[in-house]
Each structure stands twice: as structure tokens, then as C-alpha cells.
């Protein structure tokens, strides 16, 4: 079975600070996409992006950055001069065959507190 | 807005009622994903529909069902309902059914079970 594993359960950091959150994943499948989402309080999950299994390059999108390493099953994700707005909840996840069908297998997530 | 809709947006009943929760998905997305997250066993997934089929089941109870119509919004009727039940339930919707399409999520139906 897949799995993902976030052992960051909450992370608390002053504004403007750089933060990095952990994902580690297993997976038998050679072709496989992770993906990061961002839970605010409000409670729906935003998309924040996709990658597949096949590209290891690191990706930046604004303040944002993620860090895809096969080698050691790690697709992290930075959050650079962080911001109150950021405060989240952040989920890694890993979508998995099942057959003729896929689904994403979710982390536990990682709770982010931005103080000022 | 994502584009799935999902209604209610909360809902309140007791233990042993019956519930409906809809979800419909992206303007041209043949799959729908149903999800629960609960305190306590994080998010899980429950059922897949592929354009009226079901595809994928996970660790979706008895007491639950699904199922997806012919204009592609689906259903999730929980019934027997316990306090346990109680979760935020998510829709999902991507375009086919294989791993490289993303994954579209509702803002989820939030339950609370009295």
C-alpha cells in the first residue's frame, strides 16, 4: 500500500521567517504524481501543485518552493519570508493506481502557525 | 470557486437520521471523488465514480453509498448515522481516471451528527 508521511504535526514560526515542510511518500508504482494542498481555516483544500514522478525539478512559485528528490522519496515544500496569511494546514499527498481507476492517498498533514 | 459545488454546505442531524450530500462536478470532468476527513482518521477516501460507474472503493462503511447520475453529479447518502460520522465531507472531480489528471475539490459538506 502507499503512504505518505508528514511527521511535522504543527509548526509555529514568526513572520517573515523561511519554513520547510517535510513529505516523505512510498510507492511500488514507477509513474505516480504528488501533490500539495493547503487547508486554511475556512476548510476547503486549495491546489497548490502537481508533480510527476518523472520531472526532479525543483519548482518556484513565488514565495513558494518545492523540493522533489526521488532518491530519498521527498517532494518538500518551502515557504520563503513567510506571511499570517500562510497560516494552514498543509497536506502532501500521493495518487495511487487501483486497478483501472486512481485516487490520492493524503498525509496527516502539517499544521502551520505564522505569528507576528 | 474551484468549480465543484457541493451542498450543504453544513448540516446538522441526529444519531439514526439518513443524509444526502451532493456534489457536482467541474464543467467537464467525467470523475468524482468522495472524501472524509474526521479528527481522527485524518483524509479518506471513500468512493470513486468514472461517468456513471463506480471505479474505486476505499474505506467506505455499509452504511454509506454513492452513486454518480447520468448528468454526472453525484450522491453520497449516509444513513444509520452515528456520532462518529460526524466529518468534513469533500467531492473531488478530475477529468478521466488516471493518475495525471488533478484533482478538483469542493469546499465539502461539514456534518455534525447530534
Known amino acids: 500500500a502507499q503512504k505518505v508521511t508528514q511527521a511535522q504535526t504543527e509548526i509555529s514560526v514568526v513572520e517573515k521567517e523561511d519554513v520547510t515542510l517535510d513529505c516523505v511518500y512510498e510507492t511500488r508504482d514507477t509513474t505516480y504524481y504528488l501533490f500539495w494542498y493547503k487547508q486554511p481555516p475556512s476548510g476547503e483544500l486549495v491546489f497548490l501543485i502537481r508533480r510527476n514522478s518523472f520531472d526532479e525539478q525543483n519548482e518556484i512559485s513565488g514565495r513558494y518552493s518545492w523540493n522533489f528528490q526521488k532518491s530519498t522519496s521527498s517532494f518538500n515544500f518551502t515557504i520563503t519570508a513567510s506571511q499570517v496569511v500562510d497560516s494552514a494546514v498543509y497536506f502532501c499527498a500521493l495518487s495511487e493506481r487501483t486497478g483501472t481507476a486512481s485516487k490520492l492517498t493524503f498525509g496527516t498533514g502539517t499544521r502551520l502557525q505564522v505569528t507576528l | 470557486d474551484s468549480g465543484v459545488t457541493q451542498t450543504p454546505k453544513h448540516l446538522i442531524t441526529a444519531t439514526g437520521q439518513r443524509v444526502t450530500l451532493r456534489c457536482s462536478p467541474r464543467s467537464g470532468d467525467l470523475s468524482v471523488y468522495w472524501y472524509q476527513q474526521s479528527l481522527d482518521q485524518g483524509l479518506q477516501f471513500l468512493i470513486q465514480?468514472?461517468?456513471?460507474?463506480?471505479?474505486a472503493k476505499g474505506n467506505i462503511l455499509e452504511r454509506f453509498s454513492a452513486q454518480q447520475f447520468p448528468d454526472l453529479h453525484s450522491e453520497l447518502n449516509l444513513s444509520s448515522l452515528e456520532l462518529g460520522d460526524s466529518a468534513l465531507y469533500f467531492c473531488a472531480s478530475s477529468a478521466g481516471t488516471e493518475s495525471n489528471y488533478g484533482y478538483t475539490f469542493g469546499s465539502g459538506t461539514r456534518l455534525t451528527v447530534v
Open positions: 465514480y468514472y461517468n456513471g460507474e463506480e471505479r
